[in-house]
């Protein structure tokens, strides 16, 4: 059973343009969900997160859209640069102290 | 320099053999968590600490254990038990449980 489905596996962006990838989850006790970013050989390290109080955030050229209601959220990375190129992935944590879990990952090539 | 340092890098196993992957962490954090990672398939949670000398199982337990020890360190053993051990083997923590996870570099895990 996957408690957070990510898509799409892959994505090919140009240079500039806007990358969207997104989640769904179905356990409604969740409320953290953060955005991790991997290059190859490297652990995850934390990109932007947000809470279910709030329906968007943004850092710089990234922002988290977030629907509850859909049970939905995404991550939007504006201005998309050939160093965004690695490997996105979504979490979610709830009540209870309970460990992440996490989407299977995208893999984002922005191409020049 | 605060961190997560997980040693070796690359790591060997012969089959019938058990090998200890170590990870220490300098961030005074309560929580620590090792992940498998797997070409396509996210980061999948083994086992977790949330204080010492406790822990929990994760998703996929079967064929590892753990120990805590100290605060700072949080090794896993892959057992002979463990049938497809090749992985990329990720260790975090975290200040508070479930939130803000840093990871350490990895090991990557193969089977001579």
Not at chain 1, 84 to 110: E, H, I, M, Q, W
Not at chain 2, 20 to 44: F, I, K, V
Request: with cysteine.
């Amino acid at each position: 059973q996957q408690q957070v489905k990510q898509s799409p596996q892959s994505l090919i962006v140009q240079k500039g343009g806007i990358s969207i990838i997104n989640c769904a989850y179905e356990n409604t006790a969740f409320d953290y969900f953060p955005w991790y970013q991997q290059f190859p050989g490297k652990g995850p390290a934390l990109l932007i997160a947000i809470r279910p109080d709030v329906s968007e955030k943004k850092e710089g050229r990234f922002t988290i859209s977030f629907n509850k209601s859909a049970k939905q959220f995404s991550l939007h990375i504006m201005d998309s640069q050939p160093g965004d190129s690695a490997t996105y992935f979504c979490a979610a944590s709830g009540a209870g102290n309970t460990p992440l879990v996490f989407g299977k990952g995208t893999r984002l090539s922005v191409i020049a | 320099d605060g961190g997560i340092t997980q040693s070796p890098k690359y790591l060997f196993r012969k089959e019938g053999q058990n090998v200890t992957l170590s990870c220490e962490q300098n961030l005074n954090h309560d929580a620590m968590y090792w992940y498998r990672q797997d070409p396509g398939q996210g980061l999948r949670l083994i086992y977790y600490s949330q204080i010492v000398n406790d822990f929990q199982k994760g998703d996929i337990a079967e064929g590892y254990s753990v120990s805590r020890e100290k605060k700072e360190s949080f090794p896993l053993t892959v057992t002979s038990a463990q049938k497809n051990p090749t992985a990329f083997y990720l260790c975090a923590s975290s200040h508070i449980p479930g939130e803000k996870l840093f990871f350490g570099s990895g090991t990557q895990l193969s089977v001579l």
